[in-house]
Each structure stands twice: as structure tokens, then as C-alpha cells.
């Protein structure tokens, strides 16, 4: 049996913290920034969990599982 590949747009998307969690940059930054306001635009900066739905799928483009 080969070895498994890493889905590589999935891996520059995602990393692994050291607890195991599985994090990703927030959506709906990239244009449109006059209309946003300063709060909501300074927390599309921080990184969030990706959905307990997603991880399993996530996982196995990573190569975790």
C-alpha cells in the first residue's frame, strides 16, 4: 500500500496546535474593507477552531488519521 499524500492547499490553509487542534484564518478579509468596521476587521485577525464536522475530513487530507 503507498503512502498517504498531504493535500497541500489543505496544509497551507491549516495547522496543527500543540493541544491537537486544527486551525484556520477566519473568511471574508480579503476585500470590501471600507463598508467593515475597525472591531470586526481586527478580529478577522486572530485564527479559530475548525468545526468538529470538518475535522475528520481535515484530518484525512493532512494525513493525520
Not at 478579509?29 to 472591531?39: F, G, L, P, R, V
Request: aromatic letters at 4%; hydrophobic letters at 30%.
Amino acid at each position: 500500500m503507498p503512502k498517504m499524500k498531504t493535500h497541500r492547499g489543505m496544509a497551507k490553509r491549516v495547522r496543527k496546535t500543540g493541544t491537537g487542534k486544527l486551525m484556520r484564518a477566519k473568511a471574508f478579509k480579503s476585500h470590501i474593507m471600507t463598508k467593515k468596521s475597525q472591531k470586526r476587521k481586527r478580529n478577522f485577525r486572530h485564527e479559530t477552531e475548525i468545526a468538529e464536522a470538518d475535522t475528520k475530513v481535515v484530518k484525512r487530507q493532512l494525513g493525520l488519521r
